[in-house]
Nanobody, 125 residues
Framework: QVQLVESGGGLVQAGGSLRLSCVVSGLPFTSYVMGWFRQAPGKEREFVATISRSADRTNYANSVKGRFTISRDNTKNTVVLQMNMLNPEDTAVYYC??????????????????WGQGTQVTVSS
């Protein structure tokens, strides 16, 4: 039984920070590429960041590069998204996701096999 449980969302002022965590169970975590996606009301789900299975490679959307950091702890089956310098355009539901294979640089949501329930991030001005 695969589960991806997210936490850390909330309300923050522009310029602030949040740390999102996703704890994964029911699959061999080290065999999966992990990613973060987000979806704002009325918009398509969009790529945020991905990290390779061994955590030696990452990929970021241009809109978050330099502000967000993705990481993973393979001993704790956890992937983290550290979000700094938040702005109102970052407001969305954030989802963690897992996929098989070695390709870490894909920006498409389609290849991902498992998804978390999502956590709301709201940034006020």
């Amino acid at each position: 039984q695969v589960q991806l449980v997210e936490s850390g969302g909330g309300l923050v002022q522009a310029g602030g920070s949040l740390r999102l965590s996703c704890v994964v169970s029911g699959l061999p975590f080290t065999s999966y590429v992990m990613g973060w996606f987000r979806q704002a009301p009325g918009k398509e789900r969009e790529f945020v960041a991905t990290i390779s299975r061994s955590a030696d490679r990452t990929n970021y959307a241009n809109s978050v590069k330099g502000r967000f950091t993705i990481s993973r702890d393979n001993t704790k089956n956890t992937v983290v998204l550290q979000m700094n310098m938040l702005n109102p355009e970052d407001t969305a539901v954030y989802y963690c996701a897992a996929k098989t294979g070695a390709t870490y640089y894909s920006t498409s949501a389609g290849p991902y096999d498992y998804w978390g329930q999502g956590t709301q991030v709201t940034v006020s001005s």
